[in-house]
Antibody
Framework: EVKLVESGGGLVQPGRSLKLSCAAS????????MGWVRQAPGKGLEWIGE????????NYTPSLKDKFTISRDNAQNTLYLQMSKLGSEDTAIYYC??????????????????WGPGTMVTVSS | DIVMTQSPTSMSISVGDRVTMNCKAS??????VDWYQQKTGQSPKLLIY???NRYTGVPDRFTGSGSGTDFTFTISNMQAEDLAVYYC???????FGAGTKLELK
């Protein structure tokens, strides 16, 4: 059974840093791209970024590129999100998600096929 | 940034209804749009990828269509378990629409 479990969330003061983890099981972690998505309370979804299998390619949404760092440890089957200079606007549920590649009409296509339950981050003094 | 404008914001529906919602991209995204369902307190679940491809195990009452800038998601025979917020997402640069919330009439 595919499982993704985020951890590391909680209450953090503005300006501080926090590192989230996503423990993967039930599949060959090092065969997949992985990503992070967040959702502010009562709001929609925002893609944060993604990382490929060997960490050689990491993409971020431009507005978060200087604040957030995605990494992974394939030996530990774990994905990470290092967040710095946190502000109230970063209060959200943070989800990790697995990216799957398929072929549609002879071309590759990626989509998020499985998401963890999320971990809540609250930025407040 | 590619902006995905979803409409309507919410819909009041009855079981058995045919439900249609739309997503408009601010520029041509080809067929690179996915649709997700998010029930209250849960993480999103993939229903449709690349505009019209139903994900594994998704009931055939869920369909997607469109290309370019205009996309449509339809539930042909609304069931009570389909109450949720539905999001479109363009996968060229990964931006989501604001969601369409389905509520019981």
């Amino acid at each position: 059974e595919v499982k993704l479990v985020e951890s590391g969330g909680g209450l953090v003061q503005p300006g501080r840093s926090l590192k989230l983890s996503c423990a993967a099981s039930g599949f060959s972690f090092n065969d997949y791209w992985m990503g992070w998505v967040r959702q502010a309370p009562g709001k929609g979804l925002e893609w944060i970024g993604e990382i490929n299998q060997d960490s050689s390619t990491i993409n971020y949404t431009p507005s978060l590129k200087d604040k957030f760092t995605i990494s992974r440890d394939n030996a530990q089957n774990t994905l990470y999100l290092q967040m710095s200079k946190l502000g109230s606007e970063d209060t959200a549920i943070y989800y990790c998600a697995r990216e799957v590649t398929t072929v549609v009409g002879y071309n590759p296509y990626w989509y998020f096929d499985f998401w963890g339950p999320g971990t809540m981050v609250t930025v407040s003094s | 940034d590619i902006v995905m404008t979803q409409s309507p914001t919410s819909m009041s529906i009855s079981v058995g209804d045919r439900v249609t919602m739309n997503c408009k991209a601010s520029q041509n995204v080809g067929s690179n749009v996915d649709w997700y369902q998010q029930k209250t307190g849960q993480s999103p679940k993939l229903l449709i990828y690349k505009a019209s491809n139903r994900y594994t195990g998704v009931p055939d009452r869920f369909t997607g269509s469109g290309s370019g800038t205009d996309f449509t998601f339809t539930i042909s025979n609304m069931q009570a378990e389909d109450l949720a917020v539905y999001y479109c997402m363009q996968s060229n640069s990964y931006t989501f629409g604001a969601g369409t919330k389905l509520e019981l009439k």
